[in-house]
């Protein structure tokens, strides 16, 4: 059968996971249209094209993850789960470079268990489901 047409189950944890994935696609375009210090310098008062572009990439991979949860094909999971976790190997260190200083805990809480675990997990579990 076309893995393409065919539906992967979805175990619970994955299920949450894919939300931990996705809530912030849509809650960090939210910050960065209503907030022009989000990706300016303290001073800004206005949004910047850097705003903009971050908000059309998380919008698309978010609708793109929710679209592939809902038809349950593992394909379209997998490799929007690994764009997001290869964008955020990115946006992490450019977060923590480039804005001010966080907490180091809080950094790695959040990027270490809140995406980039969970992420291997789920990859690992639907590169086995694609497997024929």
Do not use: C
């Given at each position: ?127 086995k489901q694609m497997k024929i």
């Amino acid at each position: 059968m076309n893995q393409l047409a065919q539906k992967t189950h979805i175990p619970w944890w994955l299920t949450l996971i894919i939300f931990m994935e996705v809530w912030p696609m849509f809650l960090g375009p939210y910050w960065a249209l209503t907030d022009p210090t989000f990706f300016g310098t303290p001073e800004s008062t206005t949004t910047i094209l850097g705003d903009w572009i971050y908000t059309a990439r998380n919008l698309a991979v978010g609708f793109a993850l929710i679209l592939a949860f809902y038809l349950k094909n593992a394909p379209m999971l997998f490799i929007l789960i690994f764009i997001r976790l290869f964008t955020d190997l990115i946006d992490g260190p450019a977060f923590w470079f480039f804005r001010d200083q966080v907490s180091e805990i809080a950094f790695i809480i959040v990027f270490l268990f809140g995406y980039y675990i969970p992420a291997i997990i789920a990859l690992r579990y639907l590169w086995k489901q694609m497997k024929i």
